[in-house]
């Protein structure tokens, strides 16, 4: 997380929640893609259509931005690294930073879905209005991990010192693609906007999904 630099973005939309179950099931069912682990064929966990998918990977994540693409005409993908902590933290603040939490500075367990939470499960992405983060973004914070678009380097930001970082795009290659926001099973440390985490590409888990970003006015080449 360290050291703390300035990065300047370009204009961007990014999901108001993480896809849901119900929103992977209608990929599932047009692509003929094989479903999480947990399903039953095509059919999501009853009750859960508006929970967040997991047991995803990001090779997964990235098959369903292609055919959202397609079914749209619009360029979808995963979020950069930093475009997700400008959505989770907001503007910067006097301090120059931005939020600790989506919601502020002080930690609550009533505004995410964590381990002290006392869930040990998914929640639905809409639950957690308390905890929105200052662009009216839901569960930043807890609930899944969430793949973004960037090879993960712990190293990153201590090779990007000194330098005018604007639309950064993570390292050139590695091992692990790029995890944020913590889950429902992690402490109080790990649901920071900050942090970083990553793990394989094709790693699948109970506790990783993920959410969209696309441009606006982009359109398919072609299209």
Not at 106 to 131: A, L, Q
Not at 200 to 209: A, E, K, L, V
Request: with cysteine.
């Amino acid at each position: 997380e360290q050291p703390q630099h300035e990065v300047e973005l370009s204009e961007y939309a990014i999901g108001k929640y993480p896809v849901t179950n119900r929103e992977y099931q209608a990929y599932l069912q047009e692509s003929g893609a094989s479903p999480p682990r947990h399903w039953d064929g095509d059919q999501y966990p009853a009750d859960k259509g508006d929970h967040p998918v997991v047991n995803v990977s990001w090779e997964d994540a990235k098959a369903y931005c292609a055919w959202l693409s397609e079914k749209t005409k619009k360029d979808y993908r995963l979020p950069t690294e930093a475009e997700w902590e400008k959505a989770a933290r907001g503007p910067s603040t006097s301090s120059g930073t931005g939020r600790i939490y989506p919601w502020g500075d002080e930690f609550d367990k009533e505004r995410c879905n964590m381990s002290d939470s006392g869930i040990y499960d998914t929640t639905p992405v809409d639950r957690y209005e308390n905890g929105i983060s200052p662009y009216g973004i839901y569960d930043l914070s807890g609930n899944v991990w969430e793949w973004c678009e960037d090879w993960f380097d712990e190293k990153q930001y201590e090779k990007r010192a000194g330098q005018d970082v604007i639309d950064p795009q993570g390292a050139e290659g590695g091992d692990a693609r790029v995890l944020r926001g913590g889950s429902f099973s992690f402490l109080e440390e790990s649901v920071r906007a900050a942090v970083r985490g990553g793990n394989n590409p094709d790693y699948r888990s109970d506790f990783n999904g993920f959410r969209v970003v696309v441009l606006p006015g982009s359109r398919i080449s072609g299209s």
